[in-house]
């Protein structure tokens, strides 16, 4: 999941932290109690004590006021984790958790079809790039570079873009590292830069907009994009391709069929997995295909009992999420077969919650909520779909997601599952850090908790080698920085050091940006453009 000026007739930007202005909410009390016949044992208390550790300050960097930066990707979900618990109880003071403020609202005012475009980029020195795939950037590198520190690392190039699109701005969602290219969509487009040095590879026309990407990628490199039937922002997005990374060439192409009357092809959610594509939409149905050819496995209308609304595939592993109007609205996630669709477990959500997020598929990790009293949960389920804990912890927790207000959902990219483990970012106030949490889920308790210092946030990105990846944000006056966090918890260790100067505030000013850490780069992106002819930043890469 950027702090910047107000992009003019627009509405208004976000804050530090990627709230959006909005009417004022609602706060909640303790909700009554929610009997969950699917709870294993009494959901634990969230401890206290947990040992916090912060981040050296490097010599010579200045102390930043001021208001931390938005984190990458996406609307943000402003949550609390309540400490107390009730054995049974899936609500406020059941080891659940209440939306505050922000998220709730916000999510249904802003629909995919009128987003608000980013602001203006900040102005800098050098040599705008036109597009021509020389690979010079918006500024030449060692410009970029001016101003760095000793012990930073470098910019390696940054590229700039110049669309003339309709006037509520175009998108820019894809972002995709395949070997030594990074491939970046734009409205129509899809274009393959070289990660050293950001010369044009290739370049795929589309004959409409691009209108919903995915982050995977099968084993061998290839992706499926859904784009629109017509130019209008209201066309159906309904036309599926799939696209080879490492040529640029087009493998298949496809027209998702209906699913019945009411399926509204708007902005549906695209996941892949294995030789698995699943195509969740905004009327409460969804459909999986074969990812080597595009033909149909199955869908809502075929499936038994409840329909699904969305079906959501990560890790070699799909599960269905229904509403089941004639079980007096009582909603269910099932595990399925991702060849054949077919159940292979049911978890019956408490009456009137819905998923409102899905962490992870492998242990599955939902967030369950009651938007009528304002209750939320974070639930872990065992193999069998049966509840194995109940997350619990003190803080306002953000969690980057799909747009759930229009039916849609997918893995949430800015948390973490990972041996056990559930590593979630936190907000902040104006000009305060942010915490990483991790919590064990079997216990469902915090391990520990990781502040990112200087009033600036962090962002987890994934986990290996038995550590967490997490991205420490730019100031304006000082760069971000790739960080290692022990899996145990303790002092993270800086992996790449972004360099102050120049570059800190274009860092700084990307606007709810794409990230990626790969083969020792980071990659840091726009999701959309205002495209007003003008040039845009685009894409920057850092690098030793």
């Known amino acids: 999941?950027?702090?910047?000026?107000?992009?003019?007739?627009?509405?208004?930007?976000?804050?530090?932290?990627?709230?959006?202005?909005?009417?004022?909410?609602?706060?909640?009390?303790?909700?009554?109690?929610?009997?969950?016949?699917?709870?294993?044992?009494?959901?634990?208390?969230a401890p206290t004590g947990q040992p916090a550790y912060s981040f050296p300050t490097q010599p010579g960097a200045p102390q930043v006021p001021g208001r931390g930066p938005g984190t990458p990707s996406g609307r943000r979900r402003t949550t609390v984790i309540a400490a107390a618990a009730i054995?049974?109880?899936?609500?406020?003071?059941?080891?659940?958790?209440?939306?505050?403020?922000?998220?709730?609202?916000?999510?249904?005012?802003?629909?995919?079809?009128?987003?608000?475009?980013?602001?203006?980029?900040p102005k800098a020195s050098g040599t705008p790039d036109k597009g021509d795939g020389s690979g010079n950037g918006s500024q030449a590198a060692e410009?970029?570079?001016?101003?760095?520190?000793?012990?930073?690392?470098?910019?390696?190039?940054?590229?700039?873009?110049?669309?003339?699109?309709?006037?509520?701005?175009?998108?820019?969602?894809?972002?995709?590292?395949?070997?030594?290219?990074?491939?970046?969509?734009?409205?129509?487009?899809?274009?393959?830069?070289?990660?050293?040095?950001?010369?044009?590879?290739?370049?795929?026309?589309?004959?409409?907009?691009?209108?919903?990407?995915?982050?995977?990628?099968?084993?061998?490199?290839?992706?499926?994009?859904?784009?629109?039937?017509?130019?209008?922002?209201?066309?159906?997005?309904?036309?599926?391709?799939?696209?080879?990374?490492?040529?640029g060439k087009e493998v298949w192409s496809k027209e998702v069929p209906k699913e019945g009357y009411f399926d509204i092809m708007t902005a549906p959610t695209l996941g892949l997995t294995g030789d698995t594509v699943t195509v969740s939409r905004n009327g409460g149905s969804a459909s999986a295909f074969k990812a080597a050819n595009g033909d149909k496995l199955f869908g809502s209308g075929s499936a038994e009992g409840c329909r699904p609304d969305a079906y959501v595939a990560h890790n070699n592993k799909v599960i269905s999420i229904a509403g089941c109007i004639e079980k007096d609205a009582v909603g269910e996630v099932s595990g399925a077969d991702p060849v054949t669709g077919k159940k292979a477990w049911t978890y019956r959500l408490p009456e009137k919650y819905k998923v409102t997020s899905v962490y992870s598929l492998d242990p599955v990790v939902l967030d369950i909520g009651n938007d009528q009293k304002g209750e939320r949960s974070i639930v872990v389920l065992g193999p069998d779909g049966t509840q194995r804990a109940t997350v619990s912890g003190e803080g306002k927790f953000a969690t980057e997601c799909n747009d759930t207000a229009l039916g849609s959902l997918e893995v949430c990219r800015n948390t973490v599952v990972d041996g056990g483990t559930l590593y979630i970012p936190t907000t902040a106030d104006t000009g305060k850090a942010n915490e990483i949490v991790a919590f064990d889920l079997g216990t469902g308790k915090a391990k520990w908790r990781t502040p990112s210092g200087d009033g600036r946030t962090l962002t987890p990105i994934r986990a290996e080698n038995g550590q967490l990846i997490a991205y420490r944000s730019a100031e304006k006056d000082q760069g971000g920085e790739v960080v290692a966090i022990p899996a145990a918890g303790g002092t993270?260790?800086?992996?790449?050091?972004?360099?102050?100067?120049?570059?800190?505030?274009?860092?700084?000013?990307?606007?709810?940006?794409?990230?990626?850490?790969?083969?020792?780069?980071?990659?840091?992106?726009?999701?959309?453009?205002?495209?007003?002819?003008t040039d845009e930043k685009l894409l920057m890469v850092f690098g030793k």
Not at 16 to 21: A, N, S
Request: aromatic share 8%; charged share 20%; with cysteine.
């Open 143 to 247: 410009d970029l570079n001016a101003g760095r520190k000793q012990g930073e690392d470098k910019v390696l190039w940054l590229k700039t873009a110049k669309v003339d699109g309709p006037g509520m701005g175009v998108q820019a969602e894809g972002q995709w590292v395949v070997g030594d290219t990074v491939v970046k969509s734009v409205w129509k487009n899809l274009t393959a830069y070289g990660a050293a040095d950001g010369k044009e590879k290739w370049t795929l026309a589309f004959p409409a907009p691009v209108c919903s990407v995915t982050p995977h990628t099968t084993a061998d490199a290839k992706t499926v994009v859904l784009y629109r039937e017509g130019e209008s922002d209201t066309a159906q997005c309904n036309r599926m391709r799939m696209v080879d990374l490492r040529t």
């Open 492 to 533: 993270p260790t800086a992996l790449l050091k972004h360099p102050s100067g120049v570059a800190a505030p274009i860092e700084k000013s990307f606007y709810t940006p794409k990230i990626d850490y790969v083969g020792g780069r980071f990659y840091i992106s726009v999701s959309r453009l205002r495209a007003q002819g």
């Open 1 to 45: 999941m950027t702090e910047q000026p107000q992009p003019p007739n627009q509405p208004p930007a976000p804050d530090g932290y990627g709230h959006l202005p909005g009417p004022p909410q609602p706060s909640y009390g303790t909700p009554p109690q929610v009997p969950n016949p699917y709870a294993q044992s009494q959901p634990p208390t």
């Open 87 to 121: 054995a049974g109880a899936l609500v406020l003071g059941a080891g659940g958790y209440a939306l505050l403020a922000g998220g709730g609202e916000e999510d249904k005012q802003a629909g995919p079809a009128a987003p608000s475009s980013p602001p203006a980029d």
